[in-house]
């Protein structure tokens, strides 16, 4: 790795007018490299850039099969150089190796995926009498600002770079803190494919500096966001105030209801990716399963047995698929995840495994669950972001429904049952943009993604997340000399 890291504003590399940030290895806690720490200024060059490149059309006036290739080329060259970007993604994020492989092939999948689709973005006519042809148009809102999380930054990028870039926006990436060194492959990648300079700026810089100017910056058309409920608030604020749209994507308090048919090994197996992957980390991770009575000690003490059998430590050092995990992000995630479960147990849950730190140097928690929980209790209802199972017993099936819509949150659900008809009633009742009928994580960049209630509004990934980078101009032409169509 080098030891410092630059931003890309215009086309060219350039230092932070704010310093520098020190980016650490959370699997040692040491200082792994310096990424340059964007101010204001730097935002505004940046979004200045892309305001040129939008206005002197470079993207939008393209043939769209021609932007999609360019934007399918950026997720070959990230294809290509896979394996030393997902070396650098693990010694900056923590995440195991073969976990930022897996996070490579997606991000370049989104640059697939919407890169196919340019050409598919069609208006329609609209009937309006003899004596007019109207159409509709789509056209680009301009300068897309994208604000990027530290938990997938690879993949968070790609999703929002990938579909703005497709329809036609100049683009600002303002990435995470903790982990920002990777996001330079993006510059590169869009070098390679052939972007003009402005086109694609990628910065780092504090969210209480950079984030805010760039969401803030009155020459920012459009918004996409995903991170904390708080955050996102204060962006939408920022947002509302200059009229721009924007999207949010703010995590959750994601529940699983298990009914008694349901195939246990199948469930083990969706808790092993829906809360010990990424060590947590994940906005729809499956942080709540909540099980009828006569199930809930077999489940517990599997469930305990699963959390046991992972080897948790450095990613880099876990290269292979299997029962690993890395570490959290930073000391203060790990801690904050800890203060929770510490007060889990002062509650009254039951501590089947975990809720301890690992004693050794790096942010590390103990893959964790807990039995018994409360659906009042803090465990229950707060996002703990960490590899923290809560196991809730409920008694009737209405119960469980409300017990699962029961939080302020509403990304993502699911539902395990042998039965469809009662998943298919289930899956009905439940207050979330998805819901999973017997395999967590089911779906991929195809499928809509977003949030009820607190998790957030709009929906990334699939055919509809376009439709955010995009805005409908109708064009309506009088013909003919004949009556007016006024009425
Ligand atoms: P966060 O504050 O929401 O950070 C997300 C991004 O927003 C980062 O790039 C951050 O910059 C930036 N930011 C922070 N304050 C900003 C502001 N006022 N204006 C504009 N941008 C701003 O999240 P966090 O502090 O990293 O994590 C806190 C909690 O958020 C976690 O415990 C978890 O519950 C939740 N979270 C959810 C997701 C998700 O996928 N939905 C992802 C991450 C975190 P910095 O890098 O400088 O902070
Ligand atoms: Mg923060």
């Not at 995440?95 to 919407?114: D, H, S, T, V």
């Not at 995990?325 to 495994?353: F, N």
């Not at 029961?406 to 042998?418: H, M, N």
């Amino acid at each position: 790795m080098k030891s410092y890291y630059k931003n890309y504003v215009d086309g060219q590399w350039i230092d932070g007018g704010s310093g520098v940030i020190s980016v650490d290895n959370p699997a040692t806690g040491e200082h792994l490299a310096d990424q340059a720490c964007a101010n204001s200024k730097d935002i505004d060059l940046a979004v200045k850039a892309a305001k040129r490149v939008h206005e002197a059309n470079l993207l939008s006036a393209m043939r769209p099969v021609d932007r999609g290739r360019m934007v399918k080329q950026m997720g070959k060259f990230l294809e290509q150089n896979s394996s030393a970007i997902a070396e650098e993604l693990t010694l900056e994020a923590g995440k195991p190796l073969w976990e930022a492989e897996i996070e490579i092939r997606g991000a370049a999948r989104y640059f697939e995926y919407y890169g196919n689709q340019a050409e598919t973005i069609e208006g329609k006519s609209i009937p309006l009498g003899e004596n007019y042809y109207d159409f509709t148009a789509y056209e680009p809102f301009g300068v897309s600002a994208q604000i990027i999380p530290w938990n997938f930054p690879f993949e968070m990028s790609s999703r929002s770079l990938s579909a703005a870039l497709t329809t036609g926006n100049a683009c600002v990436v303002k990435t995470a803190e903790n982990d920002p060194i990777s996001q330079y492959w993006f510059a590169k990648a869009a070098e390679y494919a052939g972007f003009p300079p402005g086109a694609v700026n990628i910065l780092c810089g504090l969210g209480k500096e950079a984030g805010v100017a760039l969401s803030s910056h009155p020459d920012v058309n459009q918004i996409v966001f995903t991170g904390s409920v708080t955050t996102g608030s204060a962006i939408a604020s920022a947002a509302a105030k200059n009229i721009v749209p924007c999207t949010l994507e703010l995590g959750g308090k994601s529940a699983a209801i298990v009914y008694d048919d349901a195939d246990i090994d199948n469930l083990i197996d969706s808790i092993r990716w829906g809360i010990f992957y990424n060590a947590g980390q994940v906005c729809s991770a499956m942080s709540r399963v909540i099980v009828p009575q006569n199930l809930h000690g077999e489940i517990s003490e599997r469930a305990g047995e699963l959390a046991k059998s992972l080897s948790v430590g450095p990613g880099s050092e876990r290269t292979e698929f299997g029962f690993n995990m890395g570490s959290m992000i930073s000391e203060l995630q790990r801690d904050r995840a800890l203060a929770l479960c510490q007060k889990a147990q002062i509650e009254g849950a039951t501590t089947v495994t975990g809720g301890h730190k690992l004693n050794r140097p790096g942010w590390f928690l103990e893959p964790t669950v807990f039995n018994n929980v409360k659906p009042d209790m803090e465990i229950a209802q707060v996002e703990v972001f960490g590899p923290v199972l809560s196991i809730i017993p409920y008694e009737t099936d209405e119960q469980a429904i409300s017990i699962a819509n029961g939080t302020e949150y509403g990304l993502v659900s699911g539902v395990f049952t042998k039965d469809l008809d009662r998943a298919m009633s289930s899956a009905k009742k439940m207050r979330a943009g998805q819901v999973f009928v017997n395999e967590w994580f089911a779906g991929g960049v195809e499928t809509p993604f977003g949030g009820y209630g607190k998790s957030g509004y709009g929906r990334e990934k699939g055919r509809e997340a376009l439709w955010n980078y995009i805005q409908t101009k109708n064009i309506a032409i009088r013909l003919g000399k004949g009556a007016a169509g006024r009425a």
